[in-house]
């Protein structure tokens, strides 16, 4: 299913917005350092490490263990996982460092695009047109609320390496998709609010405010 360069026709029904989560980093009201941290519930980070599993599969099925692309398809993988994680930690006290490390992942799950398309040319087998009927069964599943590994496994397991070539590859479109809209909004935050710096400075000088207006004792 070659999924078109223009990601808009992957678009997920779900958004990539943060959400409360027991894994997220509060501060307190007064605090400069925001609530950070929560990187489960990103839908971003929730496909990549779909694309991380499916590729260490795709891998040991069908890539030799002892080659160099193994070792960089999974570490590709694993960038674009790992660099969600650590960016949505760093918000907290780092804007610059988490819109840094998410272009790092959608770099790196770019990467792995291209290895994948490369499996597809050397094997002198097509990528999928986005309109197949094996595209948008994939792209149904990706809708699911409940999408993991276990919505693919059954495939990723059992076809053969030009259509699970093309499972993963429509999964990597759906991720950027999301990690497009994600360095659009972290950039239009920054833009707003600023860094660290500008927080604290806002901290103070609201504390600063507050003790003035407090009458002498």
Known sequence: MPEPENNKTNKPNATDNRRPSRASSQSSPEGFIPAHGGYEDLLSFRKSRLVYDATVRFCDRFIDKLSRTTDQMIQAARSGKQNILEGSQASGTSKETELKLTNVARASLEELLEDYRDYLRSANQPQWD????????????????????????????????????????????????????????????????????????????????????????
């Open 130 to 217: 986005k309109n197949s009927k094996e595209a948008l069964f994939v792209r149904k599943l990706g809708r699911s609320p409940d999408e993991s590994f276990e919505s693919y496994r059954e495939f990723i397991d059992t076809r053969p390496g030009p259509v699970v070539a093309n499972i993963i590859i429509s999964l990597i479109h759906q991720t950027n998709y999301l990690l497009d809209q994600q360095l659009r909004r972290l950039e239009k935050d920054f833009l707003k609010e600023g860094g660290l710096r500008e927080r604290m400075t806002r901290a103070r000088l609201a504390a600063r405010s507050q003790q003035q207006k407090r009458p002498p004792q």
